[in-house]
């Protein structure tokens, strides 16, 4: 049986022991939502993962989104329609789906429609920790935070049901470590709901011209300050006494969890307020809260969210209580939070032993080991085609511009082809703004489901604007970066089923690109042809690198059982180091003086044993 059926199968009552994520795509199941749509984005992928495979039978209608913008649409369009929607993606994904955001906030739906935000501090995943609570605040929309798997799937129900209380999208945040830790998860019941909806015709409802968004600007306003008082008795906002309680701590979330681990451990004395539903905030709540004790401390990660707001609710009721937090430099600003380092916080002010810190390591003499592309990676052989057409074409100062995926480790030793690097989609509007501004060849590399999610508009630019950019689609037929999901690239939709393939080349070609050509990376020659043809190109090229994911091939290969690997033939090598040096396959190096391939991790590509690798011809596979 699929693993995810359990979620779609379990009982009431029954306790399953369950991914963050998982619990989430459970809560979605209860919540009765009819509408799921993302654009995939770690630390949120999982919850796309188990409704690949089990939303048709859960009746929901599941879209992998071109990107997070077309998928809040898309939800906003279930929820006017009166079914329910859930929309998901990872926090810098906010930033795409911020457009549509900051007015469904204004126009408000019919049903329930919750949009949630994976969002990363430590950045282990991502290219910032922005914290998307701000968002709610600047959308003036609910927001919900829960700190447990349990809590995941619990606190999800209840904010549809404040959604639809007063009509409003309702944003759910979690953090890397809510969606990826394990806990028990009690079940509840699955309903039975209408699965079409029905748009009802009022004029000027969901229109957001100005002389309409004036007023839903004041609703909208009221929608909120009605919500104060639903806050105020949520249940989500809760207090808990450890000791006599004579410190209060104010938190939320993740800190939740690893301020748990300092006050049980040190045995603190001190009441926790912890607040699930926080926006808006249950202002008398906190009022009597900072009234009862004489020192209130704020945990929480990232920015000082709930400590700006408690201040000022101090300062409004004139209370003399003495607040800690990151503004006054008790806490980091940055980074995920632990037990340590929570507990050093706090011995500051409660003052109380705590063990020392780990010593710290000297790595110093430690080998560097940057993150690697895998075995039989196509980009491998694409990024050194690449440097050598660049090489042999006698270009002194190229800029690459590179992008978010898979292919962003090319900024490392060996292959350097990323000097620019900053969001989704930015290689090509980088890239091309750069070479107007410069007589530098440009290089934009690009991954395919990227090129979808927001490249189309960027080649766009780059043709009408006659930039002077060497396109390199990085085409491995899914999106790797986030566990191989599918894309509009490829023949297969989010419910499994067959799909309509867009095509990369037919669209350059529609956009006015004269020079298009479609290589597989693992033929160095054409490979190289056609990105030293481009490269003399004047204007915008765009050369196709296709060859799938190697994660792909090796699945393929294993069930035919058609799996080979490569070595090296010592009589034969020449030592030059180019496939140590050069070529750089993490199954290749260099022990004893000879060079080496390792047969547990080589994957049989054969790129190496390319005379434009091996002169020698000394990699031979293995018989």
């Known amino acids: 049986m699929n693993k995810f059926k359990q979620l779609l199968s379990g009982k009431p ?23 799921a749509t993302t654009y995939p984005g770690t630390p949120s992928s999982e919850v796309g993962n188990v409704l690949y495979e089990i939303a048709k039978e859960a009746g929901i209608y599941f879209q992998y989104s071109i990107n997070e913008k077309i998928a809040t649409e898309v939800a906003f369009s279930s929820a006017i329609s009166g079914l329910r929607s859930f929309v998901f993606m990872k926090h810098v994904g906010m930033n795409v789906a911020a457009d549509p955001l900051m007015s469904i906030a204004y126009t408000g739906i019919r049903a329930g429609m919750v949009i949630m935000s994976a969002d990363d501090p430590s950045m282990f995943s991502s290219q910032n920790e922005q914290d998307n609570r701000n968002y709610a605040e600047m959308a003036h929309i609910p927001l919900v935070e829960p700190s447990t798997s349990q809590e995941a799937k619990d606190f999800l129900k209840y904010a ?50 100005p002389v309409n968004s004036m007023g839903f600007k004041e609703k909208l306003v009221k929608k909120m300050e009605r919500l104060k008082s639903v806050s105020e008795t949520s249940p989500l906002n809760r207090i808990e006494t450890y000791g006599s309680g004579k410190y209060g701590i104010i938190t939320s979330g993740e800190a939740y969890n690893v301020l748990m681990d300092a006050v049980r ?50 300062q409004m009721h004139s209370l003399n209580t003495r607040i800690y937090g990151k503004i006054d430099g008790f806490f980091s600003m940055s980074h995920e939070y632990n037990p340590v380092t929570v507990a050093a916080s706090l011995s500051k002010i409660i003052k109380f032993e705590t063990e020392k810190l780990p010593v710290e390591i000297d790595i110093s003499e430690l080998p560097p080991r940057p993150p690697v592309l895998c075995p039989g990676c196509p980009h491998r052989a694409t990024y050194y085609a690449v440097k ?66 927001s490249g189309l508009t960027g080649l766009a630019n780059a043709v009408h604007n006659e930039s002077n950019l060497l396109l390199m689609v990085l085409d491995n037929r899914t999106t790797a970066m986030t566990g191989q999901q599918p894309h509009p690239g490829i023949e297969l939709n989010g419910m499994g089923e067959p ?36 490269l003399k190109n004047e204007g915008v090229s765009v050369v196709i690198a296709r ?23 010592t009589e034969k090598c020449g030592l030059c180091m180019n496939c140590v040096e050069n070529f750089s396959c993490p199954a ?36």
């Open 499 to 534: 799909a309509p393939a867009l095509s990369i080349e037919a669209i350059a070609q529609s956009m006015g690109v004269k020079y298009i050509k479609t290589v597989d990376p693992y033929d160095l020659k054409s490979t190289l042809l056609a990105v030293s043809g481009a």
């Open 13 to 35: 009552s029954e306790k399953l022991f369950l991914l963050g994520n998982e619990a989430i795509a459970r809560g979605i199941i209860e919540a009765g939502v009819k509408t």
């Open 265 to 314: 451990k040190y045995r603190l004395d001190v009441s926790v307020l912890k607040l699930g539903f926080t926006n808006p905030l249950p202002e008398s709540m906190i009022t009597k809260f900072l009234n009862d004790h004489g020192d209130v401390i704020i945990v929480e990660e990232l920015d000082p969210f709930l400590e700006t707001k408690v201040r000022m609710m101090a």
């Open 388 to 453: 050598r057409a660049v090489k042999m074409s006698n270009i002194k100062d190229p800029i690459y511009s590179s992008d978010i995926g898979c292919y962003s480790l090319g900024v490392y030793d060996p292959y350097d082809e990323a000097d620019i690097m900053i969001e989704m989609g930015s290689s090509i509007g980088v890239g091309g703004g750069i070479s107007k501004v410069t007589n530098q060849k440009v290089i934009a590399f690009i991954g395919d489901s990227t090129f979808f999610h």
């Open 160 to 209: 549809f049901e404040i959604s639809e209380k007063e009509l409003v999208p309702v944003l759910y945040r979690t953090t890397t470590r809510v969606s990826h830790q394990r806990g028990m998860v009690e079940l509840g019941e699955i309903p039975q709901n209408k699965t079409k909806g029905y748009f009802p015709n009022e004029p000027g409802r969901y229109v957001a011209l």
């Open 547 to 569: 060859r799938e994911c190697a994660i792909l091939r090796d699945n393929e290969m294993r069930a035919k059982k058609t799996w080979k690997t490569y070595q090296v033939n």
């Open 588 to 623: 290749i190096s260099i022990k004893g003086g000879v060079i080496n391939i390792d047969q547990d991790i080589c994957d049989g590509c054969g790129v190496c044993a390319e005379t434009y690798v091996c002169p020698f011809r000394a990699i031979e596979e293995v018989q």
